[in-house]
């Protein structure tokens, strides 16, 4: 397979294909090896729009879905970022090309280890990869941005209070199969904007699925 080939088609005919315009996003999924962060013998499914079993139930996300999380980001280069879910360091990796510096966490070990890995492989050396059950905690300081890369039931404002001032969160939130994609705009105080992106389906975060905490 020629992968280059394949990785152009992904992005010119998958991921732009569903509203995803933003350039530094497109030439990012252009750039990465994805089939380098696939577990072994699905290379051939790395292009594909699916998502891909990892291990511990846990899926990567779409390319679609990717491309569209990255781009309601809008990272310009300079921010700190918190990634929760590593899984397999993927996302992890476009989050580094587009931003400063990245903390990833992950409950599974392995998880850390593996993607440690395959960012060290693609030169990639401005990540943290912390072992850490986000829902139950956080690394400390303020972040200017947060991708959280499994939904979860009902959302946590631990989030938002995570967030630097004018800081953006994306946030996959509800129960299969109504579940949607929104970006958190928070503001200079202690209130945030809503504003919903898409219907989607993804795989629910360790312990994501809590009694309610709050309604937006």
Same mark, same amino acid.
Request: contains cysteine; aromatic residues 8%; charged residues 25%.
């Given at each position: 397979m020629?992968?280059?080939?394949?990785?152009?088609?992904?992005?010119?005919?998958?991921?732009?294909?569903?509203?995803?315009?933003?350039?530094?996003?497109? %030439?990012?999924?252009?750039?990465?090896?994805?089939?380098?962060?696939?577990?072994?013998?699905?290379e051939?499914?790395? *292009?594909?729009?699916? %998502?891909?079993?990892? !291990?511990?139930?846990q899926?990567?996300?779409?390319?679609?879905? %990717?491309?569209?999380?990255?781009?309601?980001?809008?990272?310009?280069?300079?921010?700190?970022?918190?990634?929760?879910?590593?899984?397999?360091? *993927? =996302?992890?990796?476009?989050?580094?090309? /587009?931003?400063?510096?990245?903390?990833?966490?992950?409950?599974?070990?392995?998880?850390?280890?593996?993607?440690?890995?395959?960012?060290?492989?693609?030169?990639?050396?401005?990540?943290?990869?912390?072992?850490?059950?986000? =829902?139950?905690?956080?690394p400390? !300081? !303020?972040?200017?941005?947060?991708?959280?890369?499994?939904?979860?039931?009902?959302?946590?404002?631990? *989030?938002?209070?995570?967030?630097?001032?004018?800081?953006?969160?994306?946030?996959?939130?509800?129960?299969?199969?109504?579940? %949607?994609?929104?970006?958190?705009?928070?503001?200079?105080?202690?209130?945030?904007?809503?504003?919903? /992106?898409?219907?989607? =389906? /993804?795989?629910?975060?360790?312990?994501?699925?809590?009694?309610?905490?709050?309604t937006?």
């Open positions: 020629n992968t280059d080939f394949a990785r152009l088609q992904m992005v010119n005919q998958q991921v732009r294909g569903w509203n995803v315009y933003d350039e530094d996003v497109l %030439e990012t999924l252009r750039q990465l090896p994805r089939e380098r962060f696939v577990p072994d013998d699905f051939t499914l790395a *292009f594909a729009d699916l %998502e891909i079993a990892i !291990g511990h139930g899926h990567m996300m779409t390319p679609t879905v %990717e491309g569209r999380l990255l781009q309601a980001l809008s990272l310009e280069g300079d921010e700190r970022v918190l990634e929760i879910g590593t899984g397999s360091g *993927f =996302m992890t990796a476009c989050l580094a090309t /587009l931003a400063a510096e990245v903390t990833s966490v992950d409950i599974y070990d392995d998880f850390l280890a593996a993607a440690r890995k395959r960012l060290d492989d693609c030169d990639i050396g401005n990540v943290e990869l912390i072992e850490m059950d986000a =829902m139950r905690d956080l400390g !300081g !303020g972040f200017d941005a947060i991708a959280v890369t499994g939904s979860i039931q009902s959302f946590d404002p631990r *989030f938002v209070e995570a967030l630097n001032p004018h800081g953006r969160l994306f946030v996959v939130v509800g129960d299969a199969p109504a579940m %949607e994609a929104k970006i958190v705009d928070r503001s200079d105080g202690n209130d945030w904007q809503t504003r919903s /992106l898409f219907e989607t =389906m /993804l795989a629910p975060l360790v312990h994501g699925a809590l009694p309610p905490q709050f937006f």
